[in-house]
């Protein structure tokens, strides 16, 4: 019996460099999670998401995504939730094998993410954008949410003030979710301060901390933030500048917003944060 063949559309430049066996880790409505075996215990860990494009649908790329089209991602999300125990899944270079089927990565458009470049908005830009941003912390309603907020403020503050690491390392792991908002916040302050330098991150450091800080997801996301790979609608949101109007401040913020329940939010707290201190 011949196994089907599925197709990537497109596929992150980071997929190729991260061969190996892989398991299940994750699954959500839109996407899953397979995690990178890995033998080296001091190493973080590496995600690949399997998403999917639909004309209704925006898709947030990363450097270790693969997005296939609806009717494929499904029945492979079908064949993997029925079965949680599967191991014996493959990727190399040209394919990610299970034992179903295999996905084609030969004709896949590469995504290579564009290196951050430095950002100058007015400060009136920066108020509207920050306007928004308390706009969107009112409707999400979620009190543990913003007692997680409140304490990564002051945690912030506490860092401006005395530059001291330890305020950014008690972020690790606050709040809820696979990517708990002080991780997300980080990633989006480590944005902001590759492209301003004006604060001293040791990026190192928190890595080192994550391992036994936070999830497995959000180490893998913080472990491409040092390497200098962060999502497409950050990326994009790095391209504003002062002849930015309102109107595309406002399309851009609410890509990145899109992430997740609370991700995006937290990502670009951070990033205004580094960016307007």
């Known amino acids: ?7 990537a559309c497109y596929c992150g430049a980071l997929v190729y460099s991260s061969v190996g066996k892989l398991s299940s880790h994750s699954f959500f409505e839109n996407s899953i999670n397979l995690i990178l075996s890995n033998d080296d215990l001091q190493s973080l860990p590496v995600l690949i998401t399997l998403s999917f494009a639909s ?3 925006n898709i947030d790329l990363h450097g270790h995504m693969i ?10 999300k079908q064949q993997l939730r029925q079965d949680k125990s599967i191991t014996n899944i493959t990727l190399n270079r040209s394919a990610l094998s299970f034992p179903f089927g295999t996905i084609d990565l030969n004709n896949a458009r590469k995504w290579y993410p564009n290196a951050l470049q430095s950002q100058k908005l007015s400060d009136k830009q920066c108020n509207f954008i920050t306007q928004l941003l308390h706009q969107k912390i ?3 309603n979620n009190d543990m949410w913003l007692l997680s907020y409140q ?3 002051q945690l912030f503050e506490f860092y401006l003030k005395t530059h001291d690491m330890i305020n950014l390392v008690k972020m690790l792991g606050l709040g809820i979710g696979l990517t708990p908002s002080g991780d997300d916040f980080l990633i989006g302050l480590y944005a902001a301060t590759c492209i301003k330098k004006s604060l001293p991150i040791d990026m190192q450091l928190l890595l080192k901390k994550s391992a036994a800080a ?3 997801i959000s180490q893998h996301f913080l472990q491409s933030a040092a390497h200098g790979f962060f999502s497409e609608s950050l990326l994009a949101f790095n391209q504003l500048d002062l002849n930015s109007n309102e109107e595309q401040i406002k399309k851009s913020l609410e890509n990145v917003l899109q992430k997740g329940a609370s991700s995006g939010l937290d990502t670009m707290l951070g990033y205004m944060s580094g960016l307007i201190c």
């Open 214 to 216: 936070t999830t497995s």
């Open 1 to 7: 019996m011949n196994m089907p063949i599925y197709t």
């Open 151 to 153: 304490k990564i403020k």
């Open 138 to 140: 009112q409707t999400l």
């Open 67 to 76: 997005v296939l089209n609806q009717a494929d991602f499904f029945e492979i």
């Open 55 to 57: 004309s209704n649908k």
